[in-house]
């Protein structure tokens, strides 16, 4: 029912049916009984985070309080509309820390129609997600912490206050999930006045008023009975003793969950576990990760990217294994998504559901972690699965009606769960290893990423890579070691998984996309494609931000079997940043239609590798596949190529210091170390005794460098740093090149300089000598060039996507040079980069404009292959005033399509500048102009019409939307979206699809 009639008339006009899109919502009217009637949930189910909740009564300050709470804690709303008065509507953030003030977006007057703020709202905006684009401000000046982070925050810090008191690590975690379930199961009155007047007598007591009470007894005998009835282990093992049941324990417990109206720091009180999301359980894992595990590559898996290999890789009803399940997200997830195939009855009993639930967990989920904090979470999170949307007052009443009747419940006892979750070391190869000759219809899982130590610590990993047998075929047998590179943890986990597999099982996991693209991980490239049959592959590393926090390193997913087939083509997905992919939505968008199939043979035969395909695209790589014929190696035309010596290196820094390994972990040490070697090694003015220049990568730019450092030459001849040289090593003609390479704009280059003085250069400096002198200018001013930029980026380098990028030796001296030079350019480049060297005049965009138009010819490359590379570095900035960028692309786009129309004279492209800073294209193919909506028309309705005419369809999820006469590009209004060479793709693309038709 509508109290307000008003908002009923102004939603209806915004589009929305309160039968159809505006739910009546019963959770939050159950849970606030004030709100009964009055509160509707509109769920988007394009998941771009835009879902609302609407409320038609005017509440009192301190009913908005409980409702801001509430929503906050269900954490499926974004937003929520609430009236001020009779005829205002106020919209709020949704997802803000319910103790800090409200973040107010707009007031709506619901008796006007004001087009500016009436179109925000509209129903299309929240089906598309893009009413977030004009309230995006709004957010980044809040700054506010989503529940997931301030559970985490707030355990972190109940953690730490235990921690004082407690000094026995397992014991405070056993508290901390202890009392996270005992939450959940009194905040859901799971065990309510029946459960405490049966067992103790007392039908007022509850978890808090016992803690209050501090009786350790009580207590224990609380947890017994609690691991008794709902067959928990966390409840039994380890036992808390007497002496951790203290009363300053027991108060700080009592105290987080106990109201405080003081202050803004969040408790566990202002959790209500009976609506916040019990996935929300594995993230708090994150909590408890220590900063060694995290630098190892210990994340918490992300549901959206979990949900992506379980949908892939799940098919039917089986056993699952996670051999590194960590908190255990993709076990909770392969057991909803079993459960969803097992088909559960939504009109059984909660009895009969619960049964199911756990027989299912029993039979087919299972995992190793090698953390036992950790492997807690990961029980502790499929417990709570085992209550998901089963209404807790069923289940209340199931227990006190068993009570009263039976004196005991024997409900979760039939079937147990906890023995799957081993806490153990997948990659042991002891006897007793966990799930030894057992078999598994799927495997998944996101293994660490770190190179194995040679530490006590990894003693069972350092076993596993020197004894670790791998078959290769029926009769050859290798040591793990031999296959896994550079000690990579994540590699030996794709040999493990063999041992608890069968012939149809299937595997998905993440992985460091290193595996699969770096040089030195051929050997294991070459295992994995040779014994496995990968179905798809989904290279994340351009969303790594989006799904875990701060990783430094690139991600790959892998769907894959063990039936090799020698045909066989993998689904390769190079997923990119969408217009929805950053905050809020963080959206993990899977484009059907840029899916590129590759031919798995030719990654083991052709020389290929997947950066390849996720570098460029296939006109990218027909550029280097043709370069590739028509040039030589650099290679050929050098005598030596080294490094420089190790000068300002950590283990330098610590011999000088005489400091061992903790100090070098200590950045405040390391600091005054750091200053205490250059002090004593080096000078900033050139003296008698610091005559040497000392240069280092950051040192060297385009033609030219600068010394800011001297030293003594003597700590050179005395063997005094890392990779020594003799003095003579710095002396004569060389080309310098930079190993740690530049990132302009995003994208590469390789500063190089022909040098001939006597220079010390440090080990991030390529230093190459030239068979022939004459040659030093001109390959100067190649690698300098955007050509060789171009290549760089595109196929040679390894740590792409990186801060770090390190330049392969093997790479530098593979760079491309034309066997036939042409003499004439040759001389005219070689003059410009010797009067660049001598420093007659700098580097400037005139000069390395004809530098590089030069080098183009020298490579005899085409008009778009030139444009291809131009566009390739085009600084991003937005289009020009008078679209002069839209006036080319429209004009290529015509010269590549029209030419194969029939009637080409119809064909039209037409832009519209749009909301939320897009320009759509409307590209008109043989269809009469006077049926297309003219210019302003389109400018006018473009988005409204699409979103409002496609209400299932996310469109903007998509850049291209194909019609039957005509296609629309939406896109950013930035240059290189509207470049020559996007037109060239978009029109070979549009023809693709006309000759497919």
């Known amino acids: 029912m509508i109290i307000n009639h008003l908002i009923e008339r102004y939603f209806s006009l915004l589009n929305f049916d309160f039968k159809q899109d505006l739910k009546s919502d019963n959770l939050l009217s159950r849970k606030e009984e004030f709100l009964k009637g009055n509160v509707f949930f509109y769920d988007n189910k394009n998941q771009t985070d835009a879902s609302f909740y609407l409320i038609t009564i005017t509440p009192s300050e301190e009913n908005l309080e409980k409702i801001r709470k509430s929503i906050w804690n269900e954490n499926s709303a974004s ?68 529940i997931d982070k301030e559970l985490v925050e707030t355990l972190k810090i109940l953690r730490k206050e235990l921690q004082k008191l407690i000094h026995k690590e397992d014991i405070v975690q056993a508290w901390i999930d202890r009392t996270l379930y005992a939450k959940f199961l009194d905040d859901n009155h799971i065990i309510n006045s029946v459960f405490y007047k049966h067992y103790f007598g007392d039908s007022d007591l509850d978890y808090k008023q016992l803690l209050q009470e501090g009786n350790p007894s009580k207590l224990n005998k609380l947890f017994k009975i609690i691991h008794e009835i709902f067959n928990n282990n966390l409840f039994d093992d380890p036992k808390i003793e007497d002496k951790y049941l203290t009363k300053e324990v027991c108060n700080l417990i009592y105290t987080s969950l106990s109201a405080d109206l003081k202050t803004k720091q969040l408790r566990l009180f202002d959790f209500q576990f009976n609506v916040l999301p019990i996935e929300l359980i594995s993230y708090i894992y994150e909590a408890f990760l220590s900063k060694e595990q995290k630098a190892n590559g210990i994340y918490y898996t992300p549901r959206k990217l979990a949900q992506l290999i379980v949908d892939d890789v799940i098919t039917e009803k089986g056993k699952v294994l996670d051999p590194a399940c960590g908190s255990g997200m993709f076990l909770v997830t392969a057991f909803q998504k079993l459960l969803k195939i097992s088909e559960e009855d939504k009109k059984w009993s909660a009895a009969k559901k619960i049964q199911h639930r756990t027989e299912i967990l029993s039979k087919y989920i299972f995992g190793i972690e090698k953390f036992p904090i950790a492997q807690r979470f990961a029980i502790f999170s499929l417990s709570l699965q085992i209550f998901k949307d089963i209404d807790p007052i ?42 030894n000759n057992e078999n598994f219809d799927f495997i998944v899982g996101n293994p660490p990423f770190f190179k194995i130590k040679d530490e006590t ?71 994995f494609y040779s014994n496995y049959n990968i179905e798809k592959i989904y290279e994340l590393s351009r969303v790594k931000d989006i799904l875990f926090e701060k990783a430094k390193e690139g991600v790959v997913s892998v769907v894959f079997t063990n039936n090799t087939q ?85 283990d330098v820094i610590a011999k000088h210091n005489n400091a061992n390994g903790k100090e070098l972990h200590n950045e405040e040490e390391q600091a005054k170390m750091k200053s205490n070697f250059m002090q ?10 610091f005559s040497t220049p000392c240069v280092d990568y950051n040192d060297i730019f385009p033609f030219s460098y600068y010394s ?70 001109l390959f100067t001013a190649i690698i300098n060039s955007y050509f060789i930029g171009y290549i760089l980026n595109i196929a040679l380098a390894n740590r792409f996507n990186s801060s770090w990028a390190k330049l392969d030796k093997n790479a530098l001296l593979s760079i491309p040079i034309p066997k036939e ?37 020298l490579y005899d490359l085409s008009y778009i292959e030139k444009q291809r590379i131009r566009d390739y570095f085009l600084p991003e900035k937005k289009t020009s005033p008078k679209q002069t960028e839209l006036e080319v692309y429209k004009q290529t786009l015509t010269d590549v399509v029209s030419m194969y129309l029939k009637n080409p004279e119809l064909f039209d492209v037409e832009f519209s500048p749009t909301s939320f800073d897009l320009i759509a294209a409307k590209i008109s193919l043989n269809k009469n102009k006077l049926e297309n909506p003219n210019a302003n028309k389109v400018a006018k309705f473009f988005l409204n019409e699409i979103f409002e005419q496609n209400p299932s369809d996310n469109v903007l999820l998509q850049e291209k939307i194909f019609d039957k006469d005509c296609v629309y590009i939406i896109r950013k209004n930035v240059n290189k979206n509207w470049t020559e060479t996007k037109a060239f793709e978009d029109g070979h693309e549009i023809l693709k699809r006309l000759m497919a038709k």
């Not at 793990?480 to 299937?506: E, H, M």
């Open 79 to 146: 937003s929520f509309f609430y009236p001020t008065d009779e005829t205002h509507l106020r919209l709020c953030y949704a997802k803000g820390n319910p103790k800090e003030d409200l973040i107010e977006f707009d007031t709506f007057d619901v008796t006007k129609e004001e087009a500016t703020y009436f179109e925000k709202i509209k129903k299309w905006q929240f089906d598309s997600g893009a009413f977030w684009l004009s309230y995006a401000d709004f957010l980044k000046k809040a700054k506010t912490k989503t």
């Open 394 to 435: 069923e289940i209340r009443n199931y227990i006190a009606e068993q009570l009263q009747q039976n004196k005991e419940i024997d409900l979760f006892n039939q079937y147990s769960f906890f023995d799957n979750i081993k806490c153990a070391n997948s990659l042991s190869i002891k006897d007793d290893k966990p799930f």
């Open 457 to 527: 610590v990894f003693s069972e990993e350092i076993a596993f890579l020197n004894k670790y047998e791998v078959k290769l075929d029926n009769k050859t047998t290798t040591k793990a070691k031999n296959i896994v590179g550079q000690y990579q943890i994540s590699q030996c986990f794709f040999l493990k998984i063999k041992d608890w597999s069968k012939q149809n099982t299937r595997f998905g996991f993440v992985s460091n996309n290193s595996n699969f693209y770096n040089n030195f991980f051929c050997d294991f490239q070459q295992y």
């Open 566 to 650: 020698s045909n066989n083509k993998i689904a390769y997905y190079p997923v990119d940043m969408g217009l929805f992919s950053e905050k809020p939505f963080n959206l993990l968008i899977i484009q059907e239609d840029s899916v590129i199939e590759i031919l798995q043979q030719t990654l083991t035969k052709d020389g290929l590798r997947l950066r390849d395909y996720y570098i460029g695209n296939e006109y990218d790589l027909e550029i280097i596949n043709t370069i590739s014929k028509e040039c030589i190696p650099l290679n050929e035309y050098v005598s030596s190529c080294a490094v420089g010596i190790g000068i300002i290196r950590n």
């Open 680 to 689: 004593h090694f080096f000078s900033e003015s050139q003296t008698g005794i």
């Open 708 to 777: 800011k450092k001297y030293l003594n030459p003597n700590d050179i001849i005395e063997k005094k740093y890392r990779r020594n040289k003799d003095i003579g090593f710095f002396e004569g003609n060389k080309l310098l090149c930079r190993r740690i390479v530049k990132k302009i704009n995003g994208k590469y280059f390789i500063p190089a300089v022909f040098d001939k003085k006597t220079t010390v250069y440090t080990d991030d400096i390529y230093v190459l000598r030239l068979k022939d002198n004459n040659l030093y200018p």
């Open 821 to 857: 030079l042409n003499e004439d350019l040759v001389a005219e480049i070689s003059e410009i980069s010797q009067d660049l060297t001598e420093g007659k005049y700098e580097y400037s965009e005139k000069i390395a404009r004809k530098l590089n138009g030069l080098i183009f010819d």
